[in-house]
């Protein structure tokens, strides 16, 4: 079976969960996000776009309930053994199949906690639960829980983002080779797709973002390509995927003879990339890198024109979206540790004078600092 973990691994991921929940008191978690099932037991699938539920007790017990054609998905690319399937009908209710299946577990009058902030249960979902459950048993929202563990990677983790890694730099190298003025975009997405493809990839959590022109401004993924101009800007940001686990880079290309303002916008993003990647170490908190980010930004004079936010965890995820738990925003204390991994991005976007600039990469927290899993450099590069 494609399980890419040990037993003994995700049997002790699991003990870790559980003894959370008996620390908290819980009897219980319902999970509905598709990266906890993945890291708890490793089953792998898209079908979380519909109802389906993974429960783990404080004792070691676990199901899952999903639909038919989760079924085999979930024999073929996990450890789960107790696998329910509520049947697709007219009036159909998933929970409360979901109750009649914790009622054999014994939660009668336990506490139990719930991942209600999930892309695998969306409001009318949610408020279904709720009502099933009323009377049955006490729901808590534990949404992080397990996300917690999660941005801790371990040894095998930290080698599938270092395969991930190795892919998105395959992906800078086919974009380098393609882009350049009177390119189609899409031409630029198919080298770059095509690479980590190749390489044995996935597909990332959610699209490449391309855009040149106005395009390059935009930090998310539109539909309708271009051509690249002979005096242009190209935004690329994306991510090499394997296992499920990314590791992400983005850069803006320029066409042509660069700009007096691109240069001061690529040095005042390298520097305060360069400064953010001095701070991340053990102890140091999220917000303390984001406020490093902003300092050098705003000093250089650029503060009209960054985000507010700099980066994030990288792991497994799923569409759709690559971006995990937790943020760098100013004022989050959350603590950085060793082994988890981050993307680290910098963002310039000037509207008035329609001039793009960014940078990003992902790294490793050390023990003592940080470790760059890319081989790609920083330097501006002109195509």
């Not at 699938?45 to 519909?50: A, E, I, L």
């Not at 760059?372 to 330097?379: F, N």
């Amino acid at each position: 079976m494609p399980i890419h973990f040990t037993e003994s691994e995700l049997a002790s991921r699991r003990q870790h969960v559980i003894d959370e929940l008996s620390r908290q008191g819980l009897d219980g978690l319902l999970m509905f996000k598709q990266e906890s099932m993945y890291y708890l037991t490793g089953y792998d699938t898209f079908g979380y776009c519909f109802f389906q539920c993974f429960y783990l007790g404080v004792d070691g017990h676990f199901f899952l309930l999903t639909r038919a054609p989760d079924l085999r998905q979930a024999q073929h690319t996990s450890d789960i053994e107790d696998i329910r399937i509520w049947v697709d009908r007219a009036g159909s209710n998933p929970a409360d199949d979901l109750v009649a299946v914790l009622k054999e577990y014994g939660v009668t009058g336990k506490r139990l906690g719930c991942e209600y902030n999930a892309y695998g249960l969306s409001a009318a979902y949610g408020r279904m639960l709720d009502q099933a459950v009323n009377g049955l048993c006490e729901l808590e929202d534990t949404s992080t829980l397990v996300s917690k563990f999660r941005v801790i990677k371990s040894e095998a983790e930290i080698a599938y983002v270092r395969r991930a890694a190795e892919l998105a730099d395959d992906a800078m190298d086919a974009a380098i080779e393609t882009a350049g003025p009177g390119v189609f975009e899409g031409d630029i997405l198919a080298a770059m797709q095509g690479a980590v493809f190749r390489g044995g990839g996935d597909y990332p959590g959610n699209e490449f973002i391309i855009g040149s022109g106005d395009g390059a401004l935009l930090c998310r993924y539109f539909t309708g390509r271009e051509t690249v101009g002979d005096q242009d800007q190209l935004t690329l940001e994306y991510a090499g995927a394997f296992r499920r686990y990314h590791a992400a880079l983005m850069q803006t290309f320029l066409t042509g003879a660069p700009s007096t303002e691109h240069i001061a916008m690529h040095k005042a993003c390298s520097d305060a990339m360069e400064a953010c990647l001095e701070t991340i170490k053990p102890g140091a908190t999220m917000g303390q890198v984001f406020d490093t980010h902003a300092a050098v930004l705003d000093q250089a004079g650029f503060k009209d024109h960054r985000m507010n936010a700099c980066g994030y965890s990288l792991g497994a995820m799923y569409t759709p979206m690559w971006m995990d738990f937790p943020m760098f925003y100013t004022g989050n204390e959350f603590e950085l540790s060793t082994n988890m991994i981050f993307f680290v991005h910098i963002i310039l976007m000037n509207s008035d004078r329609r001039n793009s600039m960014t940078l990003g990469q992902t790294v490793r927290v050390t023990d003592s600092g940080v470790e760059r899993l890319s081989r790609q450099p920083t330097d501006l590069v002109v195509v």
